[in-house]
């Protein structure tokens, strides 16, 4: 397919980080189309956003005319569409880990500490900044113990979540660790967690997907 791929994304978040590197291991080309999501109230509010994705969230990739919303879905997308290298694993019980593992960052973890969540306590409930923070590392430090505990001994875990090759899982973890670390949270609880990251950040797609690395960064 020759048709153009533009990701709609912001340098910060973590679901735009995760196809950031999904792209990246494909080898796949693409523009980035920044939405700033603080700026001027939030530019994933517009009516031009809108209409990309209703629900106002980042990352939107466009393939050509099409237009596909939710990071998870995207990465299958790119998998199905791409499907070398693979970034899911051909026996069933080896997709149903990494989906498993994926989906424990990208529906537990993730959607309680996000932007939006956090602006509703700030603006709707006046939660203080402190406890704002208390909120976001108690989640993540309850998320990543069952996460280590899924990781740590486990036959199928390698080098990477799954194995010797990076999977959708890891394209999770790693940016799930980058929100664990900007908000001050210890990674010396989850070590087999922190080798993973770390084994990925040595590639060069996951080094190239950093958010400080983005055209929109500040």
Not at 58 to 73: I, N, T
Not at 110 to 120: A, C, D, S
Request: hydrophobic residues 35%; proline residues 9%; negative net charge.
């Amino acid at each position: 397919m020759s048709d153009q791929l533009q990701l709609y994304s912001y340098w910060r978040s973590s679901a735009a980080y995760r196809v950031r590197i999904g792209l990246n291991l494909k080898g796949l080309p693409y523009e980035t189309i920044p939405v700033h999501l603080v700026r001027d109230g939030g530019q994933q509010h517009t009516p031009e956003f809108r209409e990309a994705n209703p629900q106002g969230l980042v990352p939107v990739l466009k393939h050509g005319s099409r237009v596909m919303r939710q990071s998870l879905a995207i990465l299958e997308y790119l998998d199905e569409t791409w499907p070398s290298p693979a970034l899911l694993p051909p026996l069933s019980r080896d997709r149903e880990r990494v989906r498993s593992l994926s989906l424990a960052i990208a529906c537990d973890i993730h959607p309680l500490n996000n932007l939006r969540v956090l602006q509703y306590f700030e603006n709707t409930w006046n939660v203080p900044q402190p406890e704002r923070e208390d909120w976001v590392g108690h989640w993540i430090g309850e998320g990543f113990a069952a996460i280590e505990a899924m990781l740590v001994d486990h036959p199928s875990t390698g080098r990477f979540c799954e194995g010797d090759f990076p999977s959708i899982a890891d394209c999770c973890l790693v940016p799930q660790v980058y929100n664990a670390r900007r908000f001050g949270v210890s990674m010396d609880r989850y070590p087999t967690i922190a080798r993973i990251e770390a084994e990925c950040l040595a590639t060069p797609e996951f080094d190239a997907a950093r958010p400080e690395l983005q055209p929109d960064a500040p």
